[in-house]
């Protein structure tokens, strides 16, 4: 698939609770013109991990790591350029787990994120699919996600939009058919459950 010019790429390698494998994209906008370069890649790379684990990357307690089970574990973000340039890409090492210390959901279960741009239709909103949440994060009368951890975890992805935007990226939104992207304006957390998605991108 052919990149629109500008976009780049970053793939989160985690290792799940049962030692299985699973990986989430995200996809990162320059914001100047010009293709990604391995610069754009490095700088997108540290901003995703510091967005992983420093809670004032954009607010107070908005570290995802901190939200997340500490049997997940956050291997590496791989961030490229498949733009018309030449392709380029820099791995950002992590290799650590998450913080939240309870018994985790099933793999298959996730957390389902909302991005939303000023575009509309299908085009111009994604999901994201969140692996890592603990049985503590459920409100068990009715199988939702507790009201407190919807709210933290929209802070966090909200705390992600402003910070790439503060660095001269923007969080994005792929569109497949059209090889066009949408910048994200909000992320908002679900509280319904959802299976693991797969998906090419």
């Known amino acids: 698939m052919a990149y629109p010019q500008n976009l780049a790429k970053a793939v989160f ?11 989430n994209v995200l996809h990162v906008s320059k ?11 490095g700088d997108i790379g540290g901003l ?3 967005w992983w684990d420093t809670d004032d990357f954009s607010g107070t307690n908005t570290a995802l790591q901190g939200w997340l089970s500490e049997f997940l574990t956050l291997v590496t973000i791989v ?23 309870s018994s985790p959901l099933p793999n298959e279960t996730a957390m389902v994120v909302s991005l939303l741009t000023n575009t509309a239709g299908r085009r111009g ?10 049985a503590s994060d459920m409100d068990t009368d009715d199988g939702t996600f507790e009201n407190t951890y919807v ?7 909200q705390a992600l939009v402003a910070g790439l935007d503060t660095a001269g990226f923007n969080l994005a939104v792929n569109s497949v ?18 299976h693991q998605r797969r998906r090419n991108s």
């Open 31 to 41: 914001q100047a013109a010009g293709d990604i370069d391995a610069t754009d890649c």
């Open 125 to 134: 909103r994604g999901r994201v699919f969140v692996p890592g949440q603990n």
């Open 48 to 50: 995703l991990k510091d």
């Open 151 to 157: 709210a933290g975890m929209t802070t966090t992805w």
């Open 13 to 23: 390698n985690w290792t799940l609770p049962n030692g299985a494998l699973g990986q």
């Open 79 to 101: 961030v490229s350029d498949a733009g018309p340039g030449p392709a380029v890409q820099v791995v950002t090492n992590v290799a650590a787990a998450g913080l939240a210390a």
């Open 177 to 194: 058919a059209g090889s066009t992207f949408h910048n994200v304006q909000s992320a908002v957390a679900r509280d319904t459950p959802h």
